[in-house]
Structures are given as structure tokens and as C-alpha cells.
């Protein structure tokens, strides 16, 4: 009895080692790729059969995790290489390797294409860790150990199987990855060859640019620049794709490489778009095609320039997308052009996008599907296809040459034809025209002799009317002059009598402010009629200095002696920055806005006289209380001698705001109606502030 309770007690133990040991057997490779001498010389020795995968979609696992944790029976065998499409999921490759007696220690591990972001070997270092060689186009090309433009890992193989991983992860683009092992000597071979091949197809372009360009001079057509640059645009397309970018121009900016693949992508996108559209003559067979396909090139220039910021992984997916609804109905149309249209001058270029078109589709299938679509991978073709494209391409365009050469020979010849017939009815036109062309001389002369008769009197008109000027304005200064004389004389007996003993008199002080004021009045009516005279163009001369508005404002009030003078009240907000300007004609600008709005203010009202300064600007605000403005005469209250006809009841000569506007004008400034109502008007005096130095 007690022998069954041991035996049901270790019955669990026993199960629980069982499930451990069978587990242990399915997180183990299947079987072992063991490499002997002959292999890896002529050719690499694939691993699509040795290997097993595991995706990580957190991408945060650890070789501890995924060696000896629990990830470690999650791995599934995988045929064929590694398609994982779009995504930026981690993958963990497991494979198992030995090697004959025979056969070198020493192997390569090459890992293509050289499109993916992080690409990491764990090999066992025989105690039970792991040796890390990271690479990927994430890293610099100069921390490569092997310099090639795939990425390969150089292993040292045991005798006796040893378990590797292999992390891969892509920031965007279409994950595809294919292995295979190398002898060094094989290796060397091999890229050799790859490097010829690139020297190849970097040389036939470059030919196919130089000859484009020499037909484009000659012919004067545009195409053939266009086509030196699309195939520019492959043969960058081909260095981007290949690896050789990373290697020659960016191993120090590891981080641009995938961003730059993007962008000549999509540059390649546009220039390839609209060298088809322009060839194949979309716009003039069917204006709807010619749109879509401009609709194309702005959809990629838009990803050029968001691949150009940094958002390559974002857009990666939908330039595929694009780039494959653009090349499906190119194809449509071209096929109807050739078989519905009956276009058949179009054959060639038709077969050289055919082979491109057929590649593109090929690659962007297998991308997507894998090893359901069948043949090999789309990097094998990539060469080959490119120069079967290239060739046709330039056939295609030999062609268009040689049918324009021969058009033009036609042409040529139709030319000389119409311009024989053309010369002998150009010499009856001659003989004609020469007839009337003298005729219409004859009526020249005539017309000049007239018109000068015309210029003469004119100049005598202008002459006469100068010296009309002239002598009105030496008429206005000579009677300026001689009122002033008599006015000062006037104004100073005024004054006189006023600081006599009759001037304490109420009467005598009453007459005297009434006949000061009409001097004053006086006196500002020829200072504005001269001041008119001075603002003519010819006599535009300022005396200019360093002015405080605010003093000169203080300075009128004060010494004002227009009648309700004492009504004008002040208002300074500080600071205020100094003007440039004339004092004399500031004076009068000041005075003659004061002076209105005294006048069309009722007597008990004040005449707010407002100074700020806003921004760079020094402001008068002359505010009164009046009737305001009319609408109808807004417009016109700045012109020369201009009075409305609510104004009639009123002293003025219409030279105030006129004058006022010239002098700020003037100064760089302005005057304008801020603004009017039934309740009064605001007039606006701005003068630019003097800028700050040594003579400010």
C-alpha cells in the first residue's frame, strides 16, 4: 500500500519531466546545416531551409528571453526567406550550424538585401553566452568588420552544431531578408561581380546621359533632358537600393540611409511619371490620363518632401501603394493606345516601360505575398532588368530621333516649296507696299510739320502761363510784405496801449484784444497764403532740427490770440520721443488745426489739444465739439481752398487743413479725420519720432 502512494506521488513529477523533455526537443532546431570544403565557393550556400522564426511584435525581447526563457519554444520553421511585408515588428531567426573536419572554421554569413533597419547575430561564445555583432543601415558603414554593401557577419563554426539568432526589424519598408553562408574566397568572388555589375550599369548610364543631352542640344527638345534625368533617377534608384549609398556617400549618416532611399524613390516616382506622360503623349491622346498622372507627381513630390522631414517610415506603405496604382493604369492606357488607338509608333518605349513595369509589380508582389508568388527573389532581377530597360529605353528614344530626323527632312523640303511660292508673292507684295508706304510718308511729313506748328504754340502757351506765375506770386509777396508792415505797427500799438495806464480800462482792453486778434488773424492769412507758395515742389526747403512737440504744443496754447483761445486744454501723456522737423511750419500746422476747431466749437465748449505717442509715431489729437463733418464732404475737407456749405457761416479761406496736411505730409507724416459726428471731430496730426543717436 504504501509503494501505491509513493508511485501516485511521483506519478506527477515523472509527467511534469516528460512535458519538460518534450518541450526541450521542439524549442531545439529541427536539424543542423552542416557546411563542408566544396561549399560556398561558386555559389552561397542558402538557408532558407534551416530556418525558424519567431515574430516579437513588442520588440523588446532579449536573447536570454528568447535562448532560454519562454520564448524560446515559440519558433515555427520557416521555407523560403523572410517576408514579413510592412511593419516594424521584431523577427527572431534560429538555426543551427556545424561544419566538417575538412572544412574551414572561418565562414561569412551574408544577409540581403541592404534595406533593413537592424540586423543583429547572437553567436554561442562555448560558455554558455552569446557574442552580439550588431548591423543593419542603422549603423555606420565604417563600424562594418566586413565592408560590403550587404551586411555580413563572419563565423567561426564549430565541428559540433551551435544554435545562432538573428533579430531583424524594419522602421517602415517591407521586410524581406534572404541568407546564405560563404567560404571567404567564394565571398570575394561574388562581390566582385556585384561591383562590376554596378560599374556596368553606372557606365551605360552615364553614356545614355551624356548622348540624351547632346541629342537634346541638337534637336532642341526637351525630352531628351528629361530622359537623361529619369535615367540619372534609375541609376541613384540602383546605388539607394543596392546598399552602395550607405557605403559611398552616407557611412558616416547611418540614419539618412533609409530616409534617403525614400526620397529618391520618390523623386525617381515623379521623374518617371512625368517622362511617361510626356513620351507616351497623355496629354494630347486623353487629357483625363495627363491629370491623373500630374495628380501622381504631386502625391510624390508631397512624400519627397515629408521623407525629406523625417516621416519615411510613415509613408513608406502609401508611396508603394501609389507607386502601384500609377504603374497599373499606365499600363492600361498604353495598351490602349497600342492595341484600341492603333498607336504602334509607340511599340518600343511601350516594350522598355514593359520590362520595368513587369519588374516593379514582380518586386512589389513578392514584397507582399512572399514565396506565394512564385520564381525567385526580385533582387536576383534587379540588374538584369535594369539594363534590358535601360537599352530598350535608349532604342526608344534612338527612334524618336530618327523619326524626327526624318520629319524634319520632310519638313524641310515642304518648306522650301512654300518658300518659293512664297518669294514670288512676296515680290508682288513689295512692289505694292512700296507704293503705299510712300504714300503714307507723304501723309507723315504733313502730320510732323503739323504737330510741330502744334509743340511751337504750346510752348508759348506754357511760357506765357510761367510768367502768369511768376508774376503772381511776386504780386503775393510784394503785398504780404507790405501788410505786415503795417500790421506789426498796428499789433504794437496794441500792445502799448495795453500795458499803459489806459489799457487797465475795460473798454480800451476789450479793443485792443479785438484789434490783436484781427492782426492775428491777418497775420495767419498771409502766412498761409505764403507758406502755400513755399509748399510748390520748386520751393521745397525745410530748416530741420530736433523738435519736443509737446513744448511747441505748450508754446501755442499759451500765446494764443484767437478768439476763445483759453478754452484749448492740454493733454500730454508721457514720454514723448522729439520729432525732426521745421518749428515754423509745424507752428502753423498746429495752429491752423487749433484755429478750426476753435471756430466750429460753440463758445462754451473746449478744445481738447491731445499728445501720445504710438509705436514710432508722435500723435496730436485736436478734438472738438462741433457739428461735425458731413460724409459728402469727408473727402474733400483736405482739398485746396475747399468749404463746405454747412461751413458758409463761418470766416475761412479753406487753406487750414489743406496746408496742415502738405507740412505733415512734408515731415513724413499725415493728417486725417480720426473721427466726426454730431458730437464733434477728431483731427489727426502724426509725425515720425526722431530716432535715437547723437543728434536726436
Given at each position: ?313 510613415a509613408i513608406a506603405t502609401w508611396v508603394s501603394a501609389g507607386s502601384t496604382a500609377s504603374t497599373l493604369f499606365g499600363v492600361v492606357f498604353v495598351c490602349y493606345l497600342l492595341f484600341v488607338r492603333r498607336q504602334f509608333q509607340y511599340l518600343l518605349p511601350a516594350s522598355a516601360f514593359a520590362v520595368g513595369t513587369v519588374l516593379g509589380l514582380y518586386g512589389l508582389l513578392k514584397l507582399w505575398f512572399g514565396d506565394r508568388v512564385p520564381g525567385v527573389a526580385p533582387d536576383r532581377i534587379y540588374w538584369l532588368g535594369s539594363m534590358f530597360h535601360l537599352i530598350l529605353l535608349n532604342v526608344a528614344v534612338a527612334d524618336r530621333t530618327r523619326r524626327a530626323e526624318r520629319d524634319f527632312r520632310a519638313e524641310r523640303e515642304r518648306v522650301l516649296a512654300v518658300r518659293l511660292e512664297a518669294e514670288q508673292a512676296l515680290e508682288g507684295t513689295v512692289a505694292r507696299r512700296t507704293a503705299e508706304l510712300q504714300q503714307t510718308n507723304a501723309a507723315l511729313h504733313e502730320e510732323i510739320a503739323a504737330r510741330a506748328r502744334l509743340e511751337a504754340r504750346l510752348r508759348e ?236
Open positions: 500500500m504504501r509503494l501505491d502512494v509513493e508511485t501516485t506521488r511521483a506519478g506527477p513529477g515523472c509527467l511534469l519531466v516528460l512535458l519538460c523533455l518534450l518541450l526541450g526537443c521542439l524549442a531545439t532546431p529541427a536539424r543542423a546545416l552542416v557546411l563542408s570544403a566544396s561549399d560556398g565557393l561558386g555559389r552561397g550556400v542558402q538557408l532558407s531551409g534551416a530556418l525558424e522564426i519567431q515574430r516579437d511584435p513588442s520588440g523588446r525581447w532579449r536573447i536570454a528571453d528568447v535562448a532560454r526563457g519562454a520564448q524560446r519554444s515559440g519558433f515555427a520553421p520557416l521555407e523560403g526567406p523572410v517576408q514579413e511585408g510592412f511593419g516594424r515588428d521584431a523577427v527572431w531567426l534560429r538555426f543551427s550550424l556545424a561544419r566538417t573536419a575538412d572544412a574551414p572554421a572561418r565562414w561569412l554569413l551574408r544577409v540581403r538585401p541592404p534595406r533593413i533597419h537592424e540586423a543583429t547575430l547572437y553567436a554561442p561564445d562555448g560558455r554558455g553566452g552569446f557574442v552580439e555583432t550588431p548591423l543593419g543601415d542603422a549603423r555606420p558603414f565604417a563600424a562594418r568588420e566586413i565592408p560590403d554593401h550587404n551586411f555580413v557577419f563572419p563565423l567561426d563554426l564549430p565541428t559540433e552544431p551551435a544554435v545562432y539568432f538573428l533579430r531583424l526589424r524594419n522602421d517602415g519598408p517591407s521586410l524581406r531578408a534572404e541568407l546564405d553562408l560563404w567560404q571567404p574566397l567564394g565571398f570575394e568572388r561574388d562581390r566582385t561581380a556585384d561591383y562590376a555589375t554596378m560599374g556596368v550599369l553606372l557606365g551605360a548610364a552615364l553614356l545614355a546621359v551624356c548622348m540624351n543631352l547632346i541629342f537634346g542640344a541638337w534637336l532642341r527638345d526637351g525630352l531628351y533632358a528629361h530622359y537623361a534625368l529619369y535615367v540619372l533617377c534609375i541609376a541613384a534608384l540602383s546605388v539607394n537600393r543596392q546598399g552602395f549609398a550607405a557605403q559611398w556617400f552616407l557611412d558616416d549618416r547611418p540614419e539618412r540611409v533609409a530616409q534617403t532611399l525614400l526620397a529618391v524613390n520618390c523623386f525617381f516616382n515623379m521623374v518617371g511619371t512625368a517622362f511617361m506622360s510626356r513620351i507616351f503623349q497623355f496629354r494630347h491622346h486623353w487629357p483625363p490620363a495627363a491629370y491623373f498622372f500630374s495628380a501622381v507627381v504631386v502625391f510624390n513630390f508631397a512624400a519627397f518632401v515629408l521623407a525629406l522631414a523625417g516621416h519615411h517610415a502757351s506754357l511760357e506765357v502761363e510761367r510768367q502768369a506765375i511768376a508774376q503772381q506770386r511776386e504780386f503775393v509777396s510784394m503785398v504780404s510784405h507790405e501788410f505786415r508792415t503795417p500790421l506789426t505797427v498796428i499789433d504794437g500799438a496794441a500792445q502799448s496801449l495795453d500795458i499803459s495806464k489806459l489799457g487797465a480800462e475795460p473798454v480800451v482792453k476789450q479793443r485792443t484784444e479785438r484789434i490783436r486778434r484781427a492782426v492775428q488773424r491777418l497775420t495767419m492769412l498771409i502766412e498761409n497764403i505764403l507758406l502755400a507758395d513755399r509748399l510748390q515742389p520748386e520751393n521745397r526747403t525745410l530748416r530741420i532740427e530736433a523738435l519736443d512737440m509737446a513744448a511747441l504744443a505748450r508754446g501755442l496754447c499759451e500765446s494764443f490770440h484767437f478768439p476763445g483761445a483759453s478754452r484749448l486744454v492740454l493733454d500730454v501723456h508721457e514720454p514723448l520721443s522729439r520729432v525732426r522737423g521745421d518749428r515754423a511750419l509745424l507752428e502753423i500746422a498746429l495752429q491752423n488745426l487749433m484755429q478750426n476747431a476753435l471756430k466750429y466749437s460753440p463758445p462754451e465748449q473746449p478744445v481738447h489739444v491731445v499728445l501720445r505717442q504710438t509705436d514710432n509715431t508722435v500723435q496730436v489729437d485736436v478734438i472738438d465739439r462741433g457739428p461735425g463733418v458731413a460724409p459728402a464732404d469727408a473727402a474733400r475737407i483736405f482739398e485746396k481752398y475747399f468749404r463746405a456749405e454747412t461751413a458758409s457761416a463761418v470766416a475761412g479761406t479753406g487753406l487750414g487743413l489743406h496746408l496742415s496736411r502738405e507740412i505733415a505730409i512734408r515731415h513724413g507724416g499725415d493728417v486725417v479725420l480720426h473721427e466726426t459726428g454730431t458730437g464733434g471731430s477728431t483731427f489727426r496730426l502724426a509725425i515720425p519720432a526722431a530716432p535715437l543717436g547723437p543728434g536726436a
